[in-house]
C-alpha cells in the first residue's frame, strides 16, 4: 500500500471514529435521560441541535487534516477524538432535551417568523461552538505508553 492510502485509510478511521463516539455519547445521554423521565421526543429542531456540531467537527477534521499531525491515530492518538466527541455528545443531547422543557418542540408546521425557532438555533450554534472547540483544544497525548 501506498503513504497516500494509508492516510485515506487513518483519515476514514479518524471519521468513524469521531462520529461513533458523538453518536454513543448521544445513546449514553437518551438513555439517562429516559431513566429520569424526561426523553428527548421528536422535534426538527431538536435533530438540528444534534446533528449540526457532529457534521462540522467531521468536515473540520476532514479539510485541516490534524489527522496528519496526531500520534498513532488508531492507537492512544484515537482518543484524542473519541473523548471530546463523546463529552459533546453527552452534554448536547442533555442540553436539548432540557431546552424541550422549556420551549415548545419546532415541527416543519409552524411559520418562519414564529419566535420558538430562535432558542433552537441558538441552541445549535452554542453546541456547535462548544463541540468544534472541544474537538480543537482537547489536549494531545503523548506518543509513547509510560
Not at 18 to 26: E, K, L, N, P
Not at 46 to 75: I, K, N, Q, R
Not at 78 to 89: C, D, E, I, K, Q
Request: glycine share 8%; aromatic share 14%; net charge negative.
Amino acid at each position: 500500500m501506498s503513504e497516500n492510502t494509508l492516510a485515506i485509510v487513518e483519515l476514514g478511521f479518524q471519521l468513524i471514529l469521531m462520529t461513533s463516539a458523538y453518536a454513543i455519547g448521544v445513546g449514553i445521554a437518551f438513555l439517562l435521560l429516559k431513566l429520569v423521565n424526561m426523553p428527548f421526543s421528536h422535534n426538527y429542531a431538536g435533530y438540528l441541535v444534534l446533528v449540526l456540531p457532529v457534521v462540522t467537527c467531521v468536515l473540520a477534521e476532514y479539510f485541516t487534516e490534524l489527522w496528519m499531525g496526531t500520534p498513532g491515530s488508531m492507537g492512544l492518538g484515537g482518543l484524542n477524538v473519541v473523548l471530546p466527541m463523546l463529552l459533546s455528545g453527552i452534554v448536547i443531547m442533555f442540553a436539548a432535551s432540557t431546552m424541550q422543557q422549556f420551549v415548545e418542540p419546532y415541527t416543519h408546521h409552524f411559520a418562519r417568523g414564529d419566535a420558538t425557532l430562535t432558542p433552537w438555533l441558538v441552541l445549535a450554534l452554542t453546541a456547535n461552538v462548544f463541540s468544534v472547540a472541544l474537538w480543537r483544544y482537547w489536549p494531545e497525548p503523548t506518543a509513547k505508553l509510560w
